[in-house]
């Protein structure tokens, strides 16, 4: 589904409305000139965006999501994982972890989610 494949400004704007929403639409263009830098037209401009990809609503000038963060991240993770790792987990995490060291702590986290994802 090509419609979750957000844009940095899309993403941007999204990351507020989840951390706000419900949120007014008047709210959300002042919040968004405070933190993006943004004016009016722009936030209006993303958000018809938005709401022609179904990833958000913009009813009696109230703004909420139609369309999840997990989502957003799973759908970019599996995009990323297919264009640049031909979708080989394994490969990704290799590349990752290459010049990285883990903390106890994060090494305990990762096998306890590949024990989960194997069950």
């Not at 830098?37 to 938005?50: I, M």
């Not at 990704?92 to 069950?119: C, G, N, P, S, V």
Request: include cysteine; charged fraction near 30%; glycine fraction near 6%.
């Amino acid at each position: 589904m090509d419609s979750l494949k957000l844009f940095d400004a899309e993403y941007r704007l999204m990351d507020i409305i989840w951390e706000m929403e419900p949120v007014g639409s008047t709210e959300l263009c002042r919040v968004c000139a405070q933190r993006l830098g943004w004016k009016k037209p722009t936030t209006y401009t993303v958000l018809r965006k938005l709401a022609g990809k179904g990833i958000l609503k913009n009813e009696n000038a109230t703004v909420t999501s139609l369309v999840g963060r997990r989502q957003v991240q799973q759908y970019e993770t599996q995009a990323l994982l297919e264009k640049n790792f031909d979708g080989s987990l394994p490969a990704f995490l290799a590349t990752f972890l290459q010049d990285r060291k883990l903390t106890k702590e994060e090494a305990a986290e990762l096998e306890r989610m590949i024990e989960e994802a194997t069950k």
